[in-house]
Nanobody
Framework: QVQLVESGGGLVQAGGSLRLSCAAS????????MAWFRQVPGKEREFVAA????????YYADSVKGRFTVSRDNAKDTVYLQMNSLIPEDTAVYYC??????????????????WGQGTQVTVSS
């Protein structure tokens, strides 16, 4: 059974930083691209960032480009999201996700089969 467990969320002032972690188990982590999404109550879940299986390529939503960095450690089966220069609009529940197909990156929610429980990030102004 695939499990994704996020950690690292919290309350931070605008301009601050947080680092989210997502520990995976239950499948060959190094065969799958990974992604981060976020969701605000009443809105659809939106793509934030993705990283290919080997970490060689990364993809970002325009809203976070230049401020967020996604990385992974395949030896630890963990993906990270370093968030810098946070703004109040970044406030959301952040989810890591693993896709249905191996070696496949996507920004679409429907292409992901497994999701973590989410971690709250709140940025105060």
């Amino acid at each position: 059974q695939v499990q994704l467990v996020e950690s690292g969320g919290g309350l931070v002032q605008a301009g601050g930083s947080l680092r989210l972690s997502c520990a995976a188990s239950g499948r060959t982590f190094s065969s799958y691209d990974m992604a981060w999404f976020r969701q605000v109550p009443g809105k659809e879940r939106e793509f934030v960032a993705a990283i290919t299986w080997g970490g060689g390529r990364t993809y970002y939503a325009d809203s976070v480009k230049g401020r967020f960095t996604v990385s992974r450690d395949n030896a630890k089966d963990t993906v990270y999201l370093q968030m810098n220069s946070l703004i109040p609009e970044d406030t959301a529940v952040y989810y890591c996700a693993s896709p249905r197909r191996s070696y496949t990156s996507s920004a679409k929610v429907e292409d992901y089969e497994y999701w973590g429980q989410g971690t709250q990030v709140t940025v105060s102004s």
